[in-house]
Every structure is written in structure tokens, then in C-alpha cells.
């Protein structure tokens, strides 16, 4: 019974932070662009991305609390991930990858896109520019990154 537990804490974590992430890139962040212009929707999708930022990190610390218990749970050595299923060493380096670029993202890139917003668009340096660019893409490929952590996982619920 507590193995079905910790899988159904895990996956309801993992839902939240890739169908948030969907939610944002697909949803939020292009209404967001296609409503610039007008005043409040600067503030809506900084208030929603705070917001955001909560749930995710709270999912990430259940992720990696039951995470570990799962492994165990499973019978597979929990320090030795030389015998673990290739699918399960390859899902946790795709969530290190996930992981990293959420943090870039999150305590990095988005606190110096919110000055550089500030900024005119032609004051702005190259470097500027290009950390802009880098602060729409980065999103894009966390998901997609998201998105192998999901096939990866549906492939070790098979083995």
C-alpha cells in the first residue's frame, strides 16, 4: 500500500511541474506576448509566474523525497547506480538537466529579465539581447527535457 502512495505523491508532483510548465509555455506566456501592450499584463504573468515558482519547487522537494523512497521501494540499490535500469539512470539525468534549467531560470534569468524590461528596447546591449532570447528558449527546452522525464517514467511503470 505505501508503495502506491509514494507513486501517486510522486506523479501529482510531477504532473504539477511539467503541466505547469505546458501551461506557461503554451498558454500564459504567448497571451502574455499577444497583450504587452496593454498595462496589466506585465503584472499578470509576473504574479502568475511567482506563484508558479512556489508550486514548483514544493513538487520538486516531494520529487525528490519520495523519489529516492521509490528506488528503495522497487528493490533497486539506492548508492549504486550502476545496477539501476538504464531507463531509471537516464529519467534521473533528463530531471538533473530539468532541474538545473528550472533553477537557471527561475533565480537567475527571470530577476535579470525583469530589469532588462525595464530597460528601452534600444538601450539595450547585445549581451542583453541575447539573454532575452535565451530567457524565451530556455523554457522551451526545459519541456521538452519535461517531456522525456515523462516518457522515461511511463517506460520504467513498464519494467
Do not use: C, N
Not at 33 to 60: C, E, I, N
Request: glycine share 6%; charged share 15%; proline share 7%.
Amino acid at each position: 500500500m505505501m508503495p502506491l502512495v509514494l507513486v501517486w505523491i510522486h506523479l501529482l508532483a510531477a504532473v504539477t511541474w511539467i503541466g505547469g510548465s505546458l501551461f506557461l509555455s503554451l498558454v500564459l506566456a504567448p497571451s502574455y506576448r499577444a497583450m504587452a501592450a496593454k498595462p496589466d499584463a506585465g503584472a499578470l504573468f509576473r504574479t502568475a509566474a511567482k506563484r508558479f515558482r512556489l508550486v514548483v519547487w514544493s513538487g520538486v522537494a516531494l520529487l525528490l523525497l519520495t523519489g529516492p523512497m521509490l528506488v528503495i521501494a522497487h528493490g533497486w540499490p539506492l548508492f549504486e547506480p550502476s545496477r539501476w535500469p538504464t531507463v531509471l539512470a537516464g529519467k534521473l539525468t533528463l530531471v538533473a538537466l530539468f532541474l538545473v534549467l528550472t533553477a537557471v531560470h527561475d533565480l537567475f534569468l527571470g530577476p535579470r529579465v525583469r530589469t532588462l524590461l525595464t530597460v528601452p528596447p534600444d538601450r539595450r546591449s547585445v549581451s542583453e539581447q541575447r539573454l532575452l532570447a535565451a530567457a524565451s528558449w530556455l523554457p522551451r527546452v526545459a519541456l521538452v527535457i519535461a517531456l522525456g522525464v515523462l516518457f522515461a517514467a511511463v517506460t520504467l511503470a513498464r519494467l
